[in-house]
């Protein structure tokens, strides 16, 4: 997390933020960053942005040339996606994957930011933990203020329209779908309720919220008449999504 002040940490935050899969700053690696720390002229990523060429030519084992082509590996980095830079804040437990679906759903970082648990939890693989981890990194005034700074310095990326949907009725719950439906394939019934935050497992136990069965349903129809789960046909699955 940007949060981490302590020399370590503040160099694997910033190696992680320059990072191919993150901001992708060509030339500025671990030994760079380790370098730069040091030399007390980077202490967080915004930093990055502050750098001068005359500042890293003063550096040992950089010329003019190299100090030239690290500038413009950080000037070309201002461009960037907002998954990029939702992964590269190291926010804990978000990955690269988890960082695509969170830019997807929530569209830009003000959004994000100011999301509350229950709509966080509607993004597909993400639990309590996660979201809480997400929730608490925007909570931490020193993270505030290191994106509000990387903004002002130029960089940016293409805003796109939310796709948050929250449904009390699907979000976070838990559904198995068998048989044949009358109209919807497995696939595009997976899609609809994935939307709305809704997870789908292949096995059915006490924990399952709905079943979701068509024709020739089986053996999964039948455990989950034994345990007294929810049954629904296509058409109460439908009217449940628009609810």
Request: charged residues 25%; proline residues 2%; glycine residues 6%.
């Amino acid at each position: 997390m940007l949060a981490y002040i302590a020399p370590p940490k503040k160099k694997q935050a910033i190696s992680h933020f320059a990072s191919k899969l993150a901001l992708n700053i060509d030339g500025l690696g671990e030994k760079v960053v380790e370098q730069l720390v040091n030399s007390n002229l980077i202490h967080t990523p915004a930093d990055i942005y502050r750098l001068t060429q005359e500042q890293l030519i003063e550096l040992e084992r950089f010329g003019t040339k190299s100090a030239e082509n690290l500038i413009k590996a950080i000037t070309k980095s201002k461009v960037t996606t907002l998954s990029r830079l939702i992964y590269a804040l190291g926010i804990r437990h978000v990955g690269e994957a988890t960082a695509k679906d969170l830019a997807h759903t929530f569209g830009d970082l003000d959004t994000l930011s100011a999301a509350l648990l229950e709509e966080l939890l509607q993004v597909k693989d993400i639990g309590e933990i996660v979201a809480t981890a997400i929730i608490d990194f925007f909570k931490e005034q020193h993270n505030r203020q290191v994106i509000k700074q990387l903004l002002e310095l130029g960089l940016t990326y293409p805003k796109t329209q939310a796709n948050s949907t929250f449904n009390s009725k699907i979000t976070s719950k838990t559904f198995v779908l068998t048989g044949t439906l009358p109209t919807l394939s497995r696939d595009e019934a997976k899609i609809l309720i994935e939307a709305q935050g809704g997870k789908i497992t292949s096995s059915v136990s006490a924990k399952t919220n709905y079943v979701v069965a068509g024709s020739e349903a089986g053996n999964k129809l039948d455990k989950a008449q034994q345990l007294g789960l929810t049954i629904l046909d296509e058409e109460q699955l439908k009217n449940l999504l628009h609810n």
